[in-house]
């Protein structure tokens, strides 16, 4: 059975910055697109970046680009999100997701998903 674990959330000050990371326990962690979500109370989960298995090329939400940095490690199965600069509305579960696309478009395209880990940004 697939398992992501997320871990390294918590509460930071406004300005602040965070490093997430997600375990995965799966054979050829290598072939798929790692990607990271966020989701508060009440709205559907946002989309803030991937890693493509294919180049390692990466793509981000507008909302978190120059911010957020995602990369990963094929010898350790895990994958990070490096956040830097948090704001207030950085606040909530952030969740990583593998897709065996390169390049996927759509939450649909991903097979597996983590639990979550809560970050809150307050002063």
């Known amino acids: 059975q697939v398992q992501l674990v997320e871990s390294g959330g918590g509460l930071v000050q406004p300005g602040g910055s965070l490093r997430l990371s997600c375990a995965a326990s799966?054979?050829?962690?290598?072939?798929?697109?790692i990607a990271w979500f966020r989701q508060v109370p009440g709205k559907g989960r946002e989309f803030l970046g991937y890693i493509s298995y294919r180049d390692g090329r990466k793509t981000y939400a507008d909302s978190v680009r120059d911010r957020f940095t995602i990369s990963r490690n094929n010898v350790e199965n895990e994958a990070y999100l490096q956040m830097n600069s948090l704001k207030r509305e950085d606040t909530g579960s952030y969740y990583c997701?593998?897709?065996?696309?390169?390049?996927?478009?759509?939450?649909?395209?991903?097979?597996?998903w983590g639990q979550g880990t809560q970050v809150t940004v307050s002063s």
């Open positions: 997701a593998l897709s065996g696309r390169s390049r996927p478009s759509v939450t649909s395209e991903y097979s597996y």
């Open positions: 799966l054979r050829d962690f290598r072939l798929y697109t």
